[in-house]
């Protein structure tokens, strides 16, 4: 083992590297001009198996910066596809590098990727480079999600670069360090489909498998197991974000993981009141990616991850595009089961009944009705403490408050165990967008952070009831102008 080893933690390993050659393009970060740590997740850098210490030191942010390669990284740019809003491209990491995989003290494998490393072969017309505020943004949001229990990529640093990125004015240049189960896409898949033979196609099939699906046993039917895998994974992880209110907002197959974790945390957003048209994304016109559209889009594009495995189901396409068809025509049960149960112990409920359906419709129909706020209905139901809002006075709602306790009392758990499971299940906060951006504001605009540390503090404990979570729970100010996220940050 070398010294940098040793003080660091670094311990990389490069399967990815390993792979035919189309999938990923060789490529060095473009150095910048006076990094700067503006944060560290230490907590994450320990469960990785890093020093805290000397990440921080010159030649530790150095490697946050892309300034210097750390032993055993064998920095790539990793080829894909996707459709976005619908429309099939090329992409590519075009401002990002996978450094290699960590392999931490427990023999666990993890993507170290640089997000605004400098140009690539895929940046198409764009400089490679990502600002501050949407790197913090990313942060923020993506340990809140870690926090809430929800698969997600992680940050691990944001550094700012010293140099300024265009875009529609001057802002400060940042670098994220991401940590992932991997980067791989459903847009990995079709650009292998499309521009690879089917032998490449198979390798990153296997590879995929060993990686992320160890116990699908190997031999005829592993390639219809990953898809089914795959297809459930998404499933779990859609209803997770619909239980929380989550909006990814550009739901392209490229922004659509083979492991099951959120990822790309660009228009994203938690939706206040519950409406299921919520859209915050600027771009998105169309409500394609609207909040009550998710789970939808996520079937949509499970098939265009189906499509591209269709060589590896059977070698007569007929039969193979009939296998993909039956799997694919699972998920959208798998989903509703994964969200029903979710929902079930966001009301309390532990055991079955077809009641449940309306319980829940009829709950979440007044919410929309009444423009309740999503998040503190749940918290209010929890504590059992209802609010002054137009909502929970009207005899609509007295009337399924009845019928819910009455439901209550038809299973065998205690009222107390059965608000316990509520507790678990409600977040009492949530990153929500007026405090996000108030902590954007005084980190990017006034250097302060000490707004964004203490927004982290709170959503790193997003179920504990607390009196300094009370003010994370206020609603924003109510404005004339919907909230807008952007693409392209
Ligand atoms: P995203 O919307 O972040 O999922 O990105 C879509 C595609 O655009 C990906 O291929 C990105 O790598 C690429 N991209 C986004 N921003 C930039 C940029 N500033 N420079 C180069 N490529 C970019
Ligand atoms: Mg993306």
Redesign the pocket.
């Known amino acids: 083992m070398t010294n940098e080893r040793i003080e660091t933690g670094w311990n990389f390993d490069n399967s990815y590297a390993r792979l035919p050659k189309l999938l990923f393009t060789s490529q060095t970060p473009t150095p910048v001009r006076s990094p700067k740590l503006i944060i560290l997740n230490g907590a994450l850098a320990k469960e990785i198996g890093l020093k805290t210490d000397s990440l921080q030191n010159e030649a530790g942010v150095a490697v946050f910066a892309g300034n210097q390669i750390p032993e055993g990284a064998a920095p790539l740019a990793q080829a894909y596809a996707g459709h976005q809003f619908g429309g099939f491209t090329k992409?590519?990491?075009?401002?990002?590098l996978l450094l290699g995989e960590q392999i931490t003290p427990k023999r666990e494998r993890f993507d170290i990727q640089l997000k605004g490393s400098g140009?690539t072969p895929?940046?198409?017309g764009?400089?490679?480079?990502?600002a501050l505020g949407p790197m913090l943004r990313e942060y923020i949001i993506s340990e809140a999600m870690h926090a809430l229990g929800i698969p997600t990529t992680r940050s691990l640093a944001v550094v700012e670069t010293g140099e300024p990125v265009i875009r529609e004015t001057y802002l400060p240049g940042a670098i994220l360090t991401r940590v992932a189960a991997s980067h791989l896409r459903v847009g990995t898949f079709q650009y292998a489909a499309n521009w690879g033979t089917v032998e490449d196609l198979r390798v990153l099939a296997d590879y995929t498998l060993n990686r992320h699906y160890p116990k699908v046993e190997s031999g005829e039917g592993q390639y219809l197991s990953l898809l089914k895998e795959v297809i459930k994974r998404q499933a779990k992880l859609i209803a997770k974000w619909q239980l929380v209110g989550f909006i990814h907002g550009?739901m392209?197959t490229?922004?659509m993981t083979i492991s099951g974790e959120t990822i790309?945390y660009?228009p994203c957003a938690f939706m206040d009141t519950y409406d299921l048209d919520t859209v915050f994304s600027s771009i998105d016109q169309q409500g394609r990616y609207a909040y009550g559209n998710q789970p939808y889009i996520g079937g949509w594009n499970l098939a265009r991850f189906a499509e591209t495995l269709l060589p590896l189901l059977h070698e007569d396409e007929n039969e193979a595009v009939k296998i993909a068809q039956e799997a694919i025509s699972e998920y959208m049960e798998l989903y509703r089961g994964y969200w029903l149960e979710g929902m079930r112990a966001k009301l309390g409920i532990f055991n079955e009944e077809a009641v449940d359906n309306s319980l829940i419709d009829d709950l979440l129909g007044m919410m929309q009705k009444y423009r309740a706020d999503y998040t503190n209905t749940f918290r209010a139901l929890t504590m059992d403490k209802p609010e002054e809002t137009a909502m929970f006075g009207t005899p609509e709602f007295i009337q399924w408050h009845k019928q819910w306790e009455e439901r209550l009392g038809r299973q065998e758990e205690s009222k107390e165990v059965s608000q316990q499971l509520m507790q678990n299940s409600n977040p009492v906060v949530i990153p929500r967008n007026h405090r996000v951006e108030e902590a954007l504001e005084a980190a990017v605009n006034q250097g302060d952070y000490s707004v964004m540390e203490s927004l982290l503090q709170v959503l790193s404990n997003p179920f504990t009831v607390s009196p300094k979570h009370e003010e994370y729970c206020t609603l924003p100010a109510p404005s004339n102008q919907p909230y807008r996220t952007y693409?392209?940050t």
């Open positions: 992409l590519g990491d075009g401002r990002a140009r895929y940046s198409r764009g400089d490679g480079r990502a550009v392209n490229d922004n790309d660009g693409c392209g």
